[in-house]
């Protein structure tokens, strides 16, 4: 059930994040959002979840195995073997190799914790619960109802 609800969780958020931020239906546009890319920062390979880039800052998708244009945001879905590792070390690497957002979504609590780096400095934006209908940063321009990203 764990793994089925991370996976589930991933999933959704890029379902909802894709057609209104990358594809522009209904919202923005200008965002291209992956699954699972192998990032390269420095000397450090992360793969998060999820990832994003503004058009501005990553203009065209280059045909590569690793991204070592660094991307505005990550998602990581937490699991109890790799939670402290994410929400530590990870994110220090995100933090310090120019990441700005950071979202930790965390499946058994049923909550997306928000963070904004600031000089390589994460501060929080907010924990949201799944009850919450939010405008969360960077993807603000749209309200996301937050249950609807947690298995039933």
């Given amino acids: 059930m764990r793994i089925a609800a991370r996976a589930f969780a991933a999933s959704v ?34 793969v998060p979840n999820l990832a994003g880039w503004r058009v501005e800052t990553m203009p065209e998708l280059p045909d590569v195995a690793r991204f070592a244009v660094v ?13 402290s590792f994410e929400r530590h070390e990870k994110a220090l690497i995100y933090g310090a ?28 934006l907010g924990t949201f619960g799944a009850d919450a209908v939010a405008r969360i940063e960077p993807f603000d321009a749209v309200e ?8 039933r």
């Fill in 13 to 46: 958020l890029g379902h909802v994040l894709g057609p209104t931020f990358q594809l522009g239906f209904g919202g923005p546009g200008g965002w291209t959002i992956l699954d699972e890319p192998e990032l390269q920062l420095g000397p450090h390979v992360l």
């Fill in 97 to 124: 190799n120019g990441v700005t957002f950071l979202w930790l979504v965390d499946p058994d609590a049923r909550t997306i914790e928000a963070r904004r780096s600031v000089r390589g400095r994460w501060t929080s």
């Fill in 144 to 151: 996301l109802t937050v249950a609807t990203i947690f298995a």
């Fill in 71 to 83: 991307p505005d945001w990550v998602c990581e879905v937490l699991s109890p073997s790799t939670e």
